[in-house]
């Protein structure tokens, strides 16, 4: 019967050191984060009850993509704040 291969590295790797627990968010980012909520979803409905006219005239339906811009950015720092 042949004979298995003798392995030529450490089996067990031990895991790396962690550094601690992760540090808060400065003071400033909760209220920016829920600032930039708000104001995207203000755009997005101001776009649609002034019949697509406004926020800014005349960029039609770009001020539709400003809104989710602003409210997915808002929403992406929801994923980073501590």
Do not use: C, D
């Not at 550094?19 to 979803?41: D, F, H």
């Amino acid at each position: 019967m042949p004979e298995s291969k003798v392995r030529k590295t450490a089996a067990y790797t031990p895991p790396a050191q962690k550094s601690g627990p992760p540090k808060p968010s400065p003071r400033w980012y909760a209220p920016v984060m829920v600032t930039l909520l708000l104001v995207g979803l203000t755009l997005i409905v101001v776009f649609y009850i002034t019949q697509t006219k406004y926020p800014i005239p005349g960029i039609g339906n770009w001020n539709l993509v400003l809104g989710f811009g602003v409210l997915l950015t808002g929403f992406g720092m929801t994923t980073h704040w501590r």
